[in-house]
């Protein structure tokens, strides 16, 4: 059990029998009436989002969830096969677990896998990846940061966007989050 006072993002609680991850969470204290938490919950298992409301001090049910450090092997048909770093042993997650995360994910990555009760829940990326562009048009002469960008796809098969005067070949670091484009690597 914990009091609203505890919540943070990532914790996980149990309503009617579902597991919800906290996404964000805000306190408000109203000039009249008692204060009240806003949450946004994700539901751990479909990935739907809610909004949720609760007083202040209220004690809601939480889950245990073990996360543990993994490194992603291999695709296995329709399942992608970790590997846990303390005991060695494998894990094959459906894609349907692993959702988007599929876009960012190369052989050998650390990864972090969410446990409850010994079944696995989520896949959770490093926040950014450093990732090879394999296609993208050649720039043009002139092409500067700011003057727009293009589509490129980079070695996971994952289309993103990037500076126009990027080229195939180059590595780029990618927000696992969104996709975005944060930056040429070097070297």
């Not at 938490?37 to 007083?55: A, C, E, F, I």
């Not at 092997?73 to 692993?98: C, I, K, N, W």
């Not at 989050?177 to 944060?182: A, F, K, N, Q, T």
Request: net charge negative.
């Amino acid at each position: 059990m914990a009091s609203t006072a505890d919540f943070k993002n990532g914790l996980v609680l149990v309503i009617d029998g579902q597991l919800w991850q906290i996404v964000e969470f805000q306190h408000v204290k109203p000039g009249k009436g008692p204060a009240f938490v806003r949450t946004k919950l994700k539901n751990v298992v479909s990935g739907k989002t809610v909004d949720k409301t609760y007083n202040a001090g209220v004690k809601v049910e939480t889950a245990t969830v073990d996360r543990r450090d993994a490194t992603y092997l291999y695709r296995d048909g329709a399942d992608f096969v970790f590997m846990d770093s303390a005991d060695y042993e494998q894990h094959p997650l459906p894609a349907t677990m692993v959702g988007t995360a599929a876009d960012f994910l190369l052989e050998s990555m650390p990864v972090q896998i969410a446990f409850h009760n010994g079944a696995p829940l989520y896949l959770e990326l490093p926040v950014s990846v450093e990732l090879e562009i394999t296609h993208t048009d050649p720039g043009l002469q002139g092409d500067r940061s700011n003057a727009g960008t293009k589509p490129a796809t980079v070695e996971t098969g994952a289309q993103i966007n990037v500076p126009l005067f990027l080229n195939t070949g180059d590595k780029v670091k990618v927000d696992t989050r969104d996709g975005s484009y944060l930056g040429r690597v070097s070297g």
